[in-house]
């Protein structure tokens, strides 16, 4: 914000000035009325007041317009460092990007575009979203429909008053998996007792729906909003008393205060299935990320290196002889993962090298790497043998 010269001359400047008042801790807290600092000023001699006043300034840096800062200066006479200082003050920095606009989740996920959910998801977070409080996310296989998931959890960590519960159906376990068991682990998930679960009864359908109005009552007892994200519960995978339970979900939902408090996101399921009107429903169909897509993915992970690199150096590990098809998409989750470990550890590394040539080092560490899972591997052998070698030397 401003210089620690700078700093140092505000203060002399200003222990000056208010010296010569009755009350200095008074003319301090006249100065800046409009802020809480003055509740936070101690009696003291003046250089120990305005020490206090301009760190408390500081520390709230930007927070404020005009800076708290720049309060004090109104006291003190026109001199070239004072102009500087008005300067430097006038020259804020960009805000920080739009977390919701990331391509590297808060997880460290690589998080390609997908554009539309990132609009469905921002739009459920809004009043306007109770006429519409279900998505459902499909496409063809491996393309990152539960990859929604890292995104929704990245999205509630950004907004205090939602809460993400992720629950995946596990191909193993699907037919043993019935509604009572998907009932109990999103009550549990919410963090709600379990033991007024609705007991059996004879008509399986009147029991779905006591549990989809268990689930929600839960949901409606807290300030919280919950979005219930449904994972894989698809096909064959899934029991029909299970598909009713979502069904009996979605359609419940629609009332009263669950509107504004719950939704519900599925992921991989069909559609064709809800008994509620569509226009009540969004949808997205994922498909596969093109080049350019990827490529801004890459420009986001080299930004973060610490030493001067160019992105388009890391460029032909990621799009080069890509698989087509079903395996495309997966290959470049793991290419990318694999970029980002590397930029980040080669730099810790090297940190202690300073002499040491990051670029070339990065480069070689990222040649040829093998495709799938033995990728990881490979990198990390690499990455040891670095380590070893760096610290022999």
């Known amino acids: 914000m401003i210089s620690d010269v700078q700093k140092e001359y505000l203060i002399e400047e200003l222990v000056k000035r208010i010296s010569l008042e009755n009350s200095p801790r008074q003319t301090l807290a006249t100065l800046?009325?409009?802020?809480?600092?003055?509740?936070?000023?101690?009696?003291g001699m003046p250089r120990e007041l305005v020490m206090s006043a301009v760190q408390l300034c500081l520390k709230d840096g930007w927070?404020?317009?005009?800076?708290?800062?720049?309060?004090?200066?109104?006291?003190?006479?026109?001199?070239?460092?004072?102009?500087?200082?008005?300067?430097?003050?006038?020259?804020?920095?960009?805000?920080?990007?739009?977390?919701?606009?990331?391509?590297?989740?808060?997880?460290?996920?690589?998080?390609?575009?997908?554009?539309?959910?990132?609009?469905?998801?921002?739009?459920?977070?809004?009043?306007?979203?109770?006429?519409?409080?279900?998505?459902?996310?499909?496409?063809?296989?491996?393309?990152?429909?539960?990859?929604?998931?890292?995104?929704?959890d990245h999205f509630s960590q950004q907004e205090d008053a939602i809460v993400t519960h992720h629950l995946q159906l596990d191909p193993d376990t699907a037919q043993d998996t019935g509604p009572e068991e998907v009932a109990r682990d999103l009550v549990w998930k919410m963090g709600r007792s379990v033991d007024g679960m609705p007991r059996p009864q004879?008509?399986?359908?009147?029991?779905v729906q006591d549990l989809a109005n268990w689930v929600l009552n839960e949901a409606a007892r807290s300030?919280?909003?919950?979005?219930?994200?449904?994972?894989?519960?698809?096909?064959?995978?899934?029991r029909a008393d299970t598909r009713d339970l979502l069904v009996a979900l979605s359609s419940n939902l629609l009332t009263g205060v669950y509107t504004s408090r719950c939704r519900l996101i599925l992921l991989g399921f069909d559609r064709s299935t809800l008994t509620v009107d569509s226009a009540r429903v969004e949808a997205e169909e994922v498909e596969a990320a093109d080049d350019a897509e990827i490529e801004a993915c890459i420009g986001e992970i080299m930004r973060r290196v610490p030493r001067a690199f160019g992105h388009h150096l890391a460029r032909p590990c990621i799009?080069?002889?890509?698989?087509?098809?079903?395996?495309?998409?997966?290959?470049?989750?793991?290419?990318?993962?694999?970029?980002?470990?590397?930029?980040?550890?080669?730099?810790?590394?090297?940190d202690p090298f300073p002499a040491l040539q990051y670029e070339p080092v990065l480069l070689k560490i990222l040649e040829n790497l093998p495709d799938g899972k033995e990728r990881e591997i490979e990198l990390?052998?690499?990455l040891k043998d670095l380590?070893?070698?760096?610290?022999?030397?």
């Open 319 to 350: 799009l080069e002889d890509l698989p087509n098809g079903q395996e495309r998409m997966s290959e470049v989750n793991l290419r990318l993962r694999a970029l980002l470990k590397a930029v980040q550890q080669v730099h810790c590394i090297l």
């Open 32 to 43: 800046l009325a409009a802020t809480s600092v003055p509740q936070s000023l101690t009696q």
């Open 202 to 207: 004879t008509n399986k359908k009147r029991y």
């Open 63 to 152: 927070g404020h317009s005009p800076p708290w800062i720049s309060l004090l200066l109104v006291v003190l006479p026109e001199t070239d460092t004072l102009v500087e200082i008005r300067a430097s003050l006038s020259a804020r920095p960009p805000l920080p990007p739009d977390p919701m606009n990331a391509t590297i989740l808060s997880t460290g996920a690589p998080f390609v575009n997908r554009s539309e959910l990132r609009r469905h998801v921002r739009r459920l977070a809004t009043e306007a979203a109770r006429a519409q409080p279900i998505l459902v996310v499909n496409g063809g296989p491996k393309l990152g429909k539960s990859y929604s998931a890292a995104f929704l």
């Open 380 to 382: 990390d052998r690499r």
């Open 223 to 238: 300030d919280t909003r919950h979005w219930f994200v449904m994972d894989n519960f698809q096909g064959d995978l899934l």
């Open 387 to 393: 380590a070893d070698t760096v610290g022999e030397a």
